[in-house]
């Protein structure tokens, strides 16, 4: 089922998906996942990701929290890039680089929907130069339930080329509450990561996971790993980079004994950017619990970041005429 829950005065809108398992509640800002609901191994509704208490907050604060990233998702080195010998110059809102889509990307627009056939069917049109960005690119994001997954289908055209790298940014806790993330244990299905320097940009240069603290190919307590002295750890304060897939279904598995549920993540997408939220910093959350650094993960499924500036063949590239498509599905279920 899904139905409006509430339209407030400022144009959020709150939609909610449910079935016997799970209830999402989904707004029209950013097409934002404020709660994704399962429950526990006692029978008790849990809700998985980070959020705020007011939608409003959503609009004060970085973060992304459970918001679609993009036009391009991560960082662009300084903001440049060269597509068809032109230059273009984006917004430089992390250090030296541009991230998720500039100062007003995806996650600050005001999509519409429609509800049909059980979806919920997000649009945006995203005019030409936006932050920055070539093209009117029009994009659709389809949210809908099936049994106990959540699936996210994204598509977009473009009428000029340009470069489009879209994802959830929902930040997982399992347990939830905003606990420290190290007890849960994850399991990702990939040899090998990119490098990040030490502004968290990708450089292009890959490395294979075998005896470093990014080996998760078996199931691992995150904590065996995170702290460990290790120069990619130390550039973003953690884990924060792209996680490239060697299998085409249920990549990763994340998995809290507590509560006994676990995430299984499932994409066409090549990679993850897998962030254990370094960054927030104890701004609070729902029922006002302190979002520490460390307290949710996030795992974004998308192409490789800032291969615009390194590879000729960039995935990312977007051709007037063609379609990007999409689709990454969230199960939650209780281990059994
Ligand atoms: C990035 C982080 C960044 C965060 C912002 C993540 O996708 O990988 O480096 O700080 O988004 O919330």
């Known amino acids: ?68 990233v993009g036009r391009v998702a991560n960082r662009i080195k300084c903001g440049k890039f060269v597509l068809n010998d032109v230059e273009y110059n984006l917004p430089i809102n992390n250090g030296p680089n ?40 029009s994009l659709t994001v389809i949210y809908e339930l099936e049994d106990d997954k959540l699936i996210i289908s994204y598509s977009a055209t473009t009428d000029k080329d340009t470069i489009i790298n879209v994802s959830n940014h929902s930040y997982f806790n399992l347990d939830g509450l905003p606990t420290n993330i190290g007890e849960h244990e994850l399991r990702i299905d990939a040899d090998s990561i990119a490098k990040i320097d030490a502004d968290v940009l990708v450089t292009g240069e890959i490395l294979n996971v075998e005896n470093t603290p990014f080996d998760f190919r078996e199931s691992i307590q995150i904590k065996e790993h995170l702290y460990k002295e290790y120069e990619q750890l130390s550039y973003a304060l953690g884990i924060d980079h792209p ?71 960039s995935k990312t590239i977007l051709r007037k005429g063609e379609r990007y498509e999409s689709k990454t599905s969230y199960q939650l279920r209780v281990r059994t």
Request: net charge negative.
């Open 1 to 68: 089922m899904i139905e409006v829950i509430e339209k407030r005065n400022n144009g959020i809108e709150i939609i909610r998906l449910s079935n016997n398992c799970l209830v999402v509640d989904v707004m029209n800002l950013g097409c934002t996942i404020l709660k994704f609901k399962t429950k526990d191994k006692d029978g008790i509704m849990q809700d998985v990701v980070l959020g705020y208490e007011h939608p409003e907050e959503y609009l004060q604060y970085d973060g992304y929290l459970g918001a679609i």
């Open 98 to 137: 541009s991230l998720h889509g500039g100062n007003q990307g995806f996650d600050k627009r005001y999509f519409n929907y429609e509800i049909h056939n059980e979806q919920l069917i997000f649009h945006y049109l995203s005019k030409d130069m936006e932050e920055g960005y070539p093209g009117n690119v």
């Open 243 to 313: 996680f490239i897939f060697t299998s085409t279904e249920n990549q990763v598995t994340l998995y809290s004994s507590k509560t006994g549920i676990e995430l299984i993540i499932s994409t066409d997408l090549p990679q993850a950017q897998v962030y254990s939220a370094n960054y927030l910093d104890g701004r609070l959350g729902k029922n006002g619990l302190p979002m520490a650094e460390k307290s949710g993960l996030c795992i974004e499924t998308q192409m490789m970041p800032n291969d615009i500036n390194f590879n000729p063949n």
